[in-house]
């Protein structure tokens, strides 16, 4: 415990540093995410985050509307270990500037849903027609137009598991793709940089392979095509292999995705308490190349039972089983295996080279059918255009400057056995989200400064790649 607050003392002498650094966006290419300053593939190691569940976003509250729980919450997810939060849905009109730089300055990645459960905010699954409308998509711009000057936005959702049956999926794939297409143009037209939109499935085998390809293929215009893809898979429950489990199945199904997928959702309660073996699989070789890591649903406890907290009346919080189960977990996962990594990188750049030679793409052109989707009518034209060009309104996102009581909880929490928990008190920050200085350094690995490349661009620097670069290092 000395040591820690030795520690933080340092960290708060670090914020005034001279080193220029800051929270990285993230950027795709291929089908990895990638880092955009130190290049490097990023791997989503997260969970599914949406206390009070769909009823926790009124015209007063959402996840990240106030500070208090969030530094309580933060505080969490930097015991867990992990890099990324989703969160289904949140009111644009309320401000997240403390909760954002909260996450920044943790080193913590969002992925957000532009849709609500509320009205005029989401798309009807049987009935896109109605809900595709002028005040849904003021809504979801407004929800991208104060995300994108956040650095920490990983990327949107455009839609979760609107096609799940027989009549979603006749009705509202193309609405899916139309809903894509306006939010990436709008985020051409108004965000400071590119920010990808995707699309979290269900996984249903009806639609597993035709809803993913018919999303990332193109006809005309390429904002209709998706920049990652979310799978929502529960198929692992209790002791599983990778075989066993079904997982290898996944990872070929998905293997000549062009596109990042990973787990939105993941973790069968089904056998409770959860063990999170699959946790192992998720970033070992048997999945790296196809998957880009996953979402644990869910942090907090909700009627549906798959928290790995509760959130007590008064706001403190007692641990789950689950909670620490799945620190373990994250814990004993070993280094991703980067050399590894950056072979399957080349050969994905080498793939879309020789894609790009032969066809102005590296996507594919849509298919006149997709097996039990209905695409017949076409995707519905705009409604968003004068909107597009002129933006929406709506107060932008910016980090504020943090002092030690916005990083500190004033909730207490409990061991799953009822004990106080011996945990930090306050956010480590990693991050010096003001002035830019890299507190903690992360190790910088070797090797992929030039394992990029652009879509468009014809010849992919190789010489600088050879296999002895991309060796793990620990920077000084
Ligand atoms: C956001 O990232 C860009 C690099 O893409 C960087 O120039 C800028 O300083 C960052 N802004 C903040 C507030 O961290
Ligand atoms: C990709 O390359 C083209 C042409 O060289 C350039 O105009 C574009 O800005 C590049 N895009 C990125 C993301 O580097
Ligand atoms: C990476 O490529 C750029 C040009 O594309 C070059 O200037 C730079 O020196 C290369 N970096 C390394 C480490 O080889």
Redesign the pocket.
């Known amino acids: 415990m000395k040591y820690s607050v030795i520690s933080r003392g340092l960290s708060f002498l670090f914020l005034w540093g001279l080193a220029k650094a800051?929270?990285h966006?993230i950027t795709i290419h291929g089908h990895y995410f990638v880092d955009?300053v130190s290049k490097e593939p990023f791997f989503i190691k997260g969970v599914d985050y949406q206390p009070g569940g769909s009823s926790g976003v009124t015209s007063l509250k959402d996840p990240l509307s106030d500070p208090e729980e969030c530094a309580r919450d933060i505080l969490l997810f930097q015991e867990l270990g992990i890099n990324t939060i989703r969160i289904y849905s949140i009111n644009p009109d309320l401000n997240h500037d403390v909760c954002m730089s909260l996450l920044a300055a943790a080193g913590i990645y969002l992925v957000l849903d532009v849709n609500s459960p509320l009205p005029n905010q989401h798309l009807h699954r049987y009935e896109p027609w109605a809900s595709y409308n002028i005040d849904y998509l003021e809504h979801i711009f407004k929800v991208v137009e104060q995300f994108s000057y956040y650095?920490n936005t990983l990327g949107f959702f455009a839609g979760n598991e609107i096609v799940n049956d027989p009549q979603s999926a006749k009705n509202s794939p193309a609405y899916v793709k139309a809903v894509i297409r306006d939010l990436k143009m709008y985020i051409e037209y108004n965000s400071p940089?590119p920010i990808p939109v995707g699309y979290s499935a269900a996984d249903d085998l009806k639609y597993r392979i035709p809803l993913a390809e018919y999303l990332e293929c193109i006809d005309s215009n390429p904002a209709e095509s998706v920049d990652f893809y979310g799978i929502n898979s529960y198929q692992w429950c209790g002791e599983q292999t990778f075989y066993t489990s079904g997982y290898n199945l996944l990872v070929e199904d998905y293997s000549k995705y062009n596109r990042p997928i990973f787990f939105s959702e993941y973790g069968c309660n089904e056998v409770s308490p959860r063990i999170f073996e699959e946790v192992n699989s998720l970033y070992s070789t048997d999945m790296i190349d196809v998957f880009s890591g996953g979402l644990v649903y869910e942090f907090s406890q909700e009627p549906n039972n798959y928290g790995l907290v509760e959130i007590l009346a008064n706001g403190d919080i007692k641990l789950l089983k689950d909670f620490t189960s799945l620190k373990t977990q994250f814990e004993l996962l070993p280094d991703i295996n980067y050399n590894y990594v950056a072979n399957s990188m080349r050969r994905n750049a080498k793939e879309i080279q020789a894609k790009l030679k032969k066809q102005k793409y590296a996507l594919p052109i849509c298919d006149n059918s997709y097996d039990n989707l209905d695409i017949s009518k076409g995707i519905p034209q705009t409604l968003a255009e004068d909107m597009i060009e002129i933006g929406v309104q709506v107060a932008r996102g910016k980090?504020v400057d943090l002092d030690p009581v916005m990083l500190s909880s004033k909730f207490k929490t409990f061991e799953p056995n009822g004990e106080l928990h011996l945990g930090e008190k306050s956010i480590i920050p990693v991050v010096d989200?003001m002035s830019?200085t890299d507190i903690v350094r992360r190790p910088h690995i070797k090797g992929f400064n030039n394992c990029t490349y652009n879509d468009t661009e014809d010849d992919l620097s190789e010489d600088s790649n050879s296999d002895s670069d991309s060796e793990q290092e620990e920077s000084p």
Do not use: E, K, S
């Open positions: 800051f929270i966006p955009t650095n940089r980090y989200i830019g």
